[in-house]
């Protein structure tokens, strides 16, 4: 059998007491429990491992071998446990964020701004759908949210943040959504620029197109909206992106008023059920 930790500790301390006594009381352990404790570690180890002298104890051979093993496991044991209070202490500081593929682009400037001010702040990402997002804010399964329109039902809170209405982007032109039905077709059946399938936003308008009864024709799937916004703009074909992704992308140039629209970033948080859950979303704005 091991020897345990609390074992290993006493049988230290009474090397570097020199005695059984002051060891015992340097742990906070009875004399007799330390005697008894370091007779079953001899037993177990079936070695002798302290000498009795006149002048107090000394390490036999096998004792100075244990110790110098048991001091290494102490250590370890003690970066250990330093370690997990460590990760206690951040996890009081880690934001669960959720947002919709049209935010995540234009969140960057205002995360970094963030994750600036509070040192020892963690946010943990996770891209889905606006539905999703409502749904996860609203469970617990996330504490903020960023989404596009506001949803309905109760127990959240929502702010609007900034117009992000999908645009087509083909060239150096691009248009807002108060474009003709007739034109949206026309992009649908491409040639398209996308994300991946299985994006929420490539989702979104690729259900568009089969209402329109349009079955798209990409030339390329990207894995970022700032990667096909690039390709779309040299006029290999046409994107449908959010207004935010080709405002910061272009970094303003040319740019007027977004469309009218009802589509904004909006972030939720849910109504506090718990002091916890309060503190921590409202460390970020709003």
Same mark, same amino acid.
């Given at each position: 059998?091991?020897?345990?930790?609390?074992?290993?500790?006493?049988?230290?301390?009474?090397?570097?007491?020199?005695?059984? /006594?002051?060891?015992?009381?340097?742990?906070?352990?009875?004399?007799?429990?330390?005697?008894?404790?370091?007779?079953?570690?001899?037993?177990?180890?079936?070695?002798?491992?302290?000498?009795?002298?006149?002048?107090?104890?000394?390490?036999?051979?096998?004792? /100075?071998?244990?110790?110098?093993?048991?001091?290494?496991?102490?250590?370890?044991?003690?970066?250990?446990?330093?370690?997990?209070?460590?990760?206690?202490?951040?996890?009081?500081?880690?934001?669960?964020?959720?947002?919709?593929?049209?935010?995540?682009?234009?969140?960057?400037?205002?995360?970094?701004?963030?994750?600036?001010?509070?040192?020892?702040?963690?946010?943990?990402?996770?891209?889905?759908?606006?539905?999703?997002?409502?749904?996860?804010?609203?469970?617990?399964?996330?504490?903020?949210?960023?989404?596009?329109?506001?949803?309905?039902?109760?127990?959240?809170?929502?702010?609007?943040?900034?117009?992000?209405?999908?645009?087509?982007?083909?060239?150096?032109?691009?248009?807002?959504?108060?474009?003709?039905?007739?034109?949206?077709?026309?992009?649908?059946?491409?040639?398209?620029?996308?994300?991946?399938?299985?994006?929420?936003?490539?989702?979104?308008?690729?259900?568009?197109?089969?209402?329109?009864?349009?079955?798209?024709?990409?030339?390329?799937?990207?894995?970022?909206?700032?990667?096909?916004?690039?390709?779309?703009?040299?006029?290999?074909?046409?994107?449908?992106?959010?207004?935010? /992704?080709?405002?910061?992308?272009?970094?303003?140039?040319?740019?007027?008023?977004?469309?009218?629209?009802?589509?904004?970033?909006?972030?939720?948080?849910?109504?506090?059920?718990?002091?916890?859950?309060?503190?921590?979303?409202?460390?970020?704005?709003?």
């Amino acid at each position: 059998m091991a020897p345990n930790l609390r074992d290993l500790e006493l049988f230290v301390a009474i090397i570097d007491a020199g005695s059984i /006594t002051a060891g015992a009381r340097a742990v906070g352990v009875s004399l007799s429990s330390a005697s008894s404790r370091i007779a079953l570690l001899e037993r177990q180890e079936r070695v002798e491992l302290l000498s009795r002298r006149r002048g107090g104890i000394v390490p036999t051979t096998a004792g /100075t071998t244990l110790a110098i093993h048991a001091r290494a496991l102490l250590e370890r044991a003690d970066e250990l446990r330093q370690a997990m209070d460590g990760l206690r202490g951040d996890s009081a500081h880690e934001i669960r964020l959720a947002s919709n593929t049209s935010a995540v682009d234009t969140l960057t400037e205002f995360l970094a701004a963030t994750l600036a001010r509070f040192p020892t702040m963690r946010i943990a990402v996770v891209e889905t759908s606006s539905v999703e997002v409502a749904s996860r804010v609203r469970e617990g399964g996330a504490d903020l949210g960023i989404v596009s329109l506001p949803p309905t039902g109760d127990g959240l809170i929502a702010r609007e943040l900034w117009a992000d209405p999908l645009v087509v982007v083909r060239g150096s032109v691009f248009r807002g959504d108060d474009v003709a039905p007739s034109f949206e077709e026309e992009v649908m059946r491409g040639p398209l620029i996308g994300l991946p399938a299985a994006n929420p936003l490539q989702t979104l308008i690729d259900e568009q197109a089969r209402i329109l009864g349009v079955s798209p024709a990409y030339r390329v799937r990207l894995p970022t909206l700032n990667a096909v916004y690039a390709v779309a703009s040299t006029g290999a074909g046409a994107a449908i992106v959010p207004y935010g /992704t080709v405002s910061h992308t272009s970094g303003g140039r040319g740019m007027g008023r977004p469309p009218r629209t009802p589509h904004h970033s909006v972030y939720l948080r849910s109504v506090p059920r718990a002091a916890g859950v309060h503190r921590r979303a409202s460390a970020l704005p709003g």
